[in-house]
């Protein structure tokens, strides 16, 4: 059975930094691209960061120079490292896979974690 299992979110206040982490099971890990989302309430679920099996990565933007995505495909897991959060980032954070490539678009993957509730007050 594959799933993602989501840890680490919390209530932080506006310049703080919170550390995500998805464990993964049931999959072919190393072979898999994974993906952090997030959607405020009442919006659309946005691409955040992503990390190709081998290992390039992708940033939204609104991630660029203060979030970082890892891997460690020895542990099954990916991490998303925040500093210098902003109220807008106040979201459900979810993680997800898919083969090989990333991809921003949500539909494209085939694989959910639980989510995780991150609340940055300002």
């Known amino acids: 059975q594959v799933q ?5 979110g919390g209530l932080v206040q506006a310049g703080g930094s919170l550390r995500l982490s ?3 099971s049931g999959l072919a890990f190393s072979n898999y691209a994974m993906a952090w989302f997030r959607q405020a309430a009442g919006k659309e679920r946005q691409f955040v960061a992503a990390i190709w099996s081998g290992g390039r990565t992708d940033y939204a933007d609104s ?3 203060r979030f970082t995505i890892s891997r460690d495909n020895a542990k099954n897991a990916v ?14 954070y979810y993680c997800a896979a898919r083969p090989f490539i990333s991809t921003t678009q949500a539909g494209e993957y085939d694989v959910w974690g639980q989510g995780t509730q991150v609340t940055v007050s300002s």
């Open 4 to 8: 993602l299992v989501v840890s680490g």
């Open 22 to 24: 998805c464990a993964a």
């Open 63 to 65: 991630a660029k120079g």
């Open 79 to 92: 991490h998303l490292q925040m500093n210098s959060l902003k109220a807008e980032a106040t979201a459900v």
